[in-house]
């Protein structure tokens, strides 16, 4: 709810982008539908504490620089969500296909 991924800029604003992905790996982790749209400090808090401590993921963004701008920057988003993925697979978590 609240998620509509179409861009890597826009669509991650709110924070519940990255909370609504790393829940899909981790639901007990916190619980999604508490979430709300306008809290984006909490949500990107919350997403990318999520991301490091259970995905080890370094945290490449920081909170700050995504809530000074209502529309994060494309390229950084796509480099963490790069990250992420590479931290998921390392993990298992997400299955390759072999060449």
């Known amino acids: 709810q609240h998620v509509d991924v179409q861009n890597f800029s826009?669509?991650?604003g709110s924070g519940l982008a990255f909370c609504a992905l790393l829940?899909?790996?981790?639901?007990?982790?916190f619980d999604f539908s508490t979430l709300e749209p306008s809290?984006?400090?909490?949500?990107?808090?919350?997403?990318?504490?999520?991301?490091?401590?259970r995905a080890g993921?370094?945290?490449l963004l920081e909170v700050e620089d995504m809530v000074r701008l209502?529309?994060?920057?494309?390229?950084?988003?796509?480099?963490?969500?790069?990250?992420?993925?590479r931290c998921l697979v390392a993990k298992g978590l997400v299955k390759t296909k072999k060449r």
């Open 10 to 12: 826009g669509s991650w």
């Open 23 to 29: 829940h899909s790996f981790f639901p007990d982790a």
């Open 39 to 53: 809290a984006r400090r909490e949500n990107f808090t919350l997403a990318f504490a999520t991301a490091e401590e």
């Open 57 to 59: 993921c370094a945290p």
């Open 70 to 85: 209502p529309v994060p920057d494309a390229k950084c988003v796509y480099t963490y969500v790069q990250e992420l993925y």
